[in-house]
């Protein structure tokens, strides 16, 4: 798997609102695991920051290791469960042919438009269905490969997400799982304990902070064969300074107490002559894992 660098923005923070909505397990009881807390200044602008991040280098190399793990062949059908703005099911439209079968399902509905207008613009045969990873809108044994990344660390419980996984996977079906693990979090420099009542900060408000490192657990326990299991720390560029995310999550651990607006104004500056010096690391690693449903 590729170990290229990248820039984290929008997955260095939870985004999903919709998560929250669809989470059918989420309860009053969880107040602090929750999916995004952040407002956002609307969608046509979350899908801007996706494109942006899709572009980056490191997310394409990583996309690339995926699917050429999966190999769609012509004629397959291929599913993206949390599809967003719908880049890798016009990638599986190409690989499957017009023999084959490409289908996003995704549960947010401007997201899902945006995507179909793309596919339209495109002349991609890809099709796109709104649905829930927790109930996915098709039959047992639908699909021959299937993606999902980014996805589960919003979810409650991501468990059943696996469990549908397999169950639309048809026997010797393939998935790739991808996702951030919020307990590799890196800020440098900064106090120590600052910086790590501010990384504790994000990882509570994070629904599923440590996903990567359950992935294989999860699919393994869904039935699924675990094939490779590969990593990729997604360091933001030195030339970004202390990026938005870090204000943000330092604001919100100052409002929880965690931290003093003062301590937060020193880890800021610190980060801000950190970004000069060129003594800067921002990063949060990610886990991919191929696995395979058995004959
Ligand atoms: C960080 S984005 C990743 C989007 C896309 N997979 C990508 O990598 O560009 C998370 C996606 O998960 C979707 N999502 C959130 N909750 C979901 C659920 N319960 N079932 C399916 N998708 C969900 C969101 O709407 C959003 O498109």
């Known amino acids: 798997m590729p170990d290229t660098l990248v820039r984290p923005t929008v997955d ?39 494109d ?29 469960i949390g599809s967003g703005s719908g880049s890798e099911v016009l990638a599986f439209a190409e690989a499957v042919g017009p023999t084959g079968h490409a289908v996003g399902v995704e549960p947010d ?19 796109f269905a709104t649905g829930d990873a927790y109930g996915l809108p098709f039959g047992p044994e639908s699909f021959d490969a299937a993606l999902c990344e980014r996805v589960l660390q919003h979810l ?8 549908e996984i397999a169950r639309v996977l048809r026997p010797g079906g393939r998935v790739v799982v991808m996702d ?8 440098h420099p900064g106090n120590r304990q600052v910086v790590h009542q501010v990384i504790e900060t994000l990882v ?32 933001q560029d030195a030339g970004f300074g202390a ?35 060129g003594d800067i690391h921002l990063s949060v690693t990610m886990f991919a894992v191929l696995a395979h449903k058995p004959e």
């Open 12 to 50: 260095m923070a939870p985004t999903d609102r919709t998560a929250r909505d669809m989470a059918p397990t989420h309860s009053t009881a969880t107040p602090a695991r929750r999916p995004d807390r952040f407002d956002r200044d609307g969608h046509d602008q979350l899908i801007d920051v996706r």
């Open 52 to 80: 942006l991040q899709a572009a980056l280098p490191g997310i394409h190399g990583l996309r690339s290791w995926a699917h050429e793990a999966l190999a769609v062949a012509p004629g397959e059908s291929a599913v993206d």
């Open 109 to 127: 509905p401007n997201l899902l438009a945006a995507a179909e207008r793309r596919a339209a613009e495109a002349a991609s045969t890809a099709k």
């Open 156 to 163: 409650t419980a991501p468990a059943r997400a696996a469990a």
């Open 180 to 187: 951030s693990d919020w307990g590799t979090a890196i800020v």
């Open 204 to 235: 509570t408000n994070t629904t599923n902070p440590f996903s990567g490192r359950r992935l294989s657990g999860l699919l393994h326990r869904a039935g699924l064969v675990i094939d490779e299991v590969g990593s990729h720390a997604l360091v």
């Open 243 to 277: 990026g938005a995310l870090v204000a943000r999550i330092s604001a919100m651990a100052v409002a929880r107490g965690a931290i003093t607006e003062q301590q937060r104004e020193d880890l800021l500056t610190d980060l801000e002559r950190g970004a000069e010096s």
